[in-house]
């Protein structure tokens, strides 16, 4: 290999049970983000802290007898080659390690020179490999599939103990991996089955040429969908759009609903605002999904032209616009009110509810969830200050806690 030895972390911040991960560099490249563990002989190995689909040891990663285990898939990579023991065909990147002084130190692939996105784009376009990846073993997004009235659902389940459903938003190019990446782990550490599926329509669920698209047929694939994973009865988390379709669930049928959390929440009638507009009327362009990934997010620190150049790649695959764009037609006024559970039946929730807000959501207004807390006699909020509607993104760790405490009271 080729490169320079760079510093990446004291010897002693190494434990036998947990990764190092550093960021060495500002190039925003993936060599800046190294990973260092320790071997069952004591010995330190770096790799690259980017296993195919997320950070390792910046996102909580642990090592058992040898192996590094990833949060999100909890992908195993042994330390010795860097290649996946649950599966061969991938790995991760394993550098040249010694320590001198007290420092591990690794050598590192030289800096590659900038190329803007749009020339990787076309570049990709020219290589016919533009988009996200259609099998398991390329994209975290492709979980199990299970059959729901004939429409083949892509789902995530994970972990053993009490089950939680989450429910992913409506956002373009959306998929249940994408939403709840940073919460399907926390999660399972907190010893919970946590299942995600894709909603009818969306990620890599189908999209049959005459589905319907509505509150009803969203919420009968919901059932159905429990049905076939014999769930008799959940906590649901929804997200936005997925706020909807658990008020709804948890409405229509009650005895299968344990707790509610409804997170930045469609589901009771307001002004559709400028922000929802958007991301409902998605016109597919890097410009566009940049601009809406600004919408979404207050720390704006969190986007970037690489992301949205991936949400843009879901959101175009084969079919996905042409059923997003039959989903919420204008005027999307009408669209929202479909979505509106009758205030009613809300009041009449008697499941323990969490309701959660961002306080600077330019989609889905702070008063929204308020209303909703005022409706449901047995609620408690949490509104996030410094905060879009990505809270489970922006103020993952905080989130999960809070998610983790309400779905574990009682028990």
């Known amino acids: 290999m080729t490169g320079s030895w760079e510093r990446i972390c004291r010897v002693d911040e190494v434990l036998s049970d947990r990764p190092v991960g550093k960021v060495v560099g500002d190039s925003g490249q993936d060599r800046d983000r190294v990973c260092v563990a ?17 950070d390792i040891a910046l996102s909580g990663g642990i090592v058992k007898q040898g192996t590094l285990v990833c949060p999100g898939h909890f992908w195993r990579f ?21 320590v001198v002084d007290g420092w591990v130190e690794a050598m590192l692939p030289p800096v590659q020179p900038h190329q803007s996105m749009r020339e990787r784009l076309l570049a990709q376009a ?19 599939n299970v059959t729901v009235a004939g429409i083949r659902t892509n789902y995530h389940d994970l972990g053993s103990g009490p089950p939680v459903v989450l429910i992913h938003g409506s956002g373009p190019g959306v998929s249940a991996w994408a939403n709840w990446r940073l919460t399907l782990p926390a999660l399972v550490a907190e010893n919970f089955r946590v299942i995600a599926p894709d909603v009818l329509g969306f990620g890599y669920t189908d999209r049959p040429p005459a589905a319907r698209y509505d509150l009803g047929a969203w919420t009968d694939h919901l059932v159905g969908f429990l049905d076939a994973l014999e769930l ?13 379709l658990a008020l709804s669930l948890a409405t229509r049928h009650p005895e299968r609903v344990e707790r509610l959390v409804l997170m ?36 704006h620190t969190l986007v970037n032209d690489d992301l949205a150049g991936l949400r843009l790649a ?5 079919g996905v616009q042409d059923a997003y764009a039959a989903m919420f037609p204008a005027p999307r006024q009408a669209s929202l009110d479909a979505m509106t559970i009758e205030e009613d039946l809300v009041r009449a929730i008697g499941h323990p509810t969490l309701v959660v807000h961002g306080r600077e959501d330019r989609v889905i ?17 949490h509104v996030f200050g410094q905060c879009g509607h990505w809270v489970q993104i922006e103020h993952a760790p905080d989130f999960n806690r809070l998610l983790a405490d309400f779905l574990g009271s009682r028990r």
């Open 365 to 381: 207004p702070l008063a929204t969830s308020l209303h909703l807390h005022e409706l449901i006699q047995d609620s408690q909020l």
């Open 38 to 54: 320790m071997t069952n002989e004591g010995e330190h190995v770096a790799l690259l802290d980017r296993c195919p689909h997320r």
């Open 232 to 244: 008799e009865r959940v906590s649901l988390v929804g997200n936005s759009f997925g706020g909807a």
């Open 78 to 98: 042994d330390l010795s080659t860097g290649e996946r023991t649950d599966q061969s065909e991938t790995g991760a990147v394993v550098y040249p390690t010694r």
């Open 264 to 299: 930045g929440s469609v589901g009771v009638s307001f002004p559709i605002t400028a922000g929802l507009d958007r991301v409902w009327g998605f016109e597919p362009s890097l410009a566009n999904m940049r601009a809406l990934l600004d919408v979404f997010a207050h720390d």
């Open 314 to 318: 879901a959101a175009t695959r084969p």
């Open 126 to 144: 020219r290589a016919n490999r533009l988009g996200v990846p259609e099998t398991a073993a390329q994209s975290p997004e492709i979980g199990d």
